[in-house]
């Protein structure tokens, strides 16, 4: 394997549905500026072209500075990656391409990240080759409106059990999650805090951003 560790800990879920009357890719910038690590770009009532255009457009603030991941579009990806924009990885879900068949058509060099919250998940993985994915995007932690179909809420609890069974695949913590959960997550494993509207909806998407990375940091 040839990738180099991601981090994970101030992890932006850019969604476009969430983010009204800003531009995705200035909420984007603010947030690398305030110090997200990841971001993940999500459009899930967008077309192919204008999730691809907005992946480009977050690329400029994201190259160098933070992880740029895909949700759920290989395609997106490897039609952003051919063009030659700086893109590191997708996200898929269950109801995706399976983890191994994302890897084959992504290749080595990119990110994987996959949703899991239950231990049929694991065994899945468990049973497919080694290394397919990254990271896994664990949750929700409690319930959220910006993801319709989320899985039912695990809490801290359940997250921590999840983690321990993950076979040191580091796990973020995602679903509900925002402001004064750095304490909760950092003690239940997590290698980092997933968010979407602590930063898409503040009013100030940097300095939420800012906020989240200083609680992470000192958390313990």
């Not at 949750?139 to 039912?152: E, L």
Request: hydrophobic content about 45%; glycine content about 10%.
């Amino acid at each position: 394997m040839t990738r180099p560790p991601v981090d994970l800990s101030v992890y932006l879920v850019a969604d476009a549905a969430t983010i009204s009357g800003r531009s995705v890719a200035d909420v984007v910038a603010a947030a690398v500026d305030g110090g997200a690590s990841a971001v993940q770009v999500r459009g899930k009532d967008l077309s192919a072209s204008e999730l691809l255009a907005v992946v480009e457009a977050c690329s400029a603030h994201t190259a160098g500075r933070a992880a740029l991941l895909v949700n759920d579009r290989v395609d997106v990806y490897l039609a952003a990656r051919a063009a030659g924009t700086p893109v590191d990885g997708v996200h898929i879900g269950q109801d995706d391409v399976p983890a191994d068949e994302a890897r084959d058509a992504v290749g080595d060099e990119a990110i994987i990240g996959l949703s899991a919250s239950l231990p049929e998940h694991l065994e899945a993985l468990r049973a497919g080759p080694s290394g397919a994915v990254d990271y896994l995007g664990v949750g929700a932690v409690r319930p959220t409106p910006t993801k319709r179909d989320h899985p039912a809420p695990l809490g801290w609890e359940g997250f921590s059990a999840f983690a321990r069974r993950a076979d040191g695949i580091p796990c973020v913590a995602i679903g509900g999650v925002g402001p004064g959960d750095a304490v909760p997550a950092r003690r239940a494993g997590a290698a980092g805090i997933a968010v979407v509207r602590a930063i898409c909806s503040a009013d100030d998407p940097a300095a939420a951003a800012a906020a989240l990375r200083a609680e992470w940091e000192h958390a313990r």
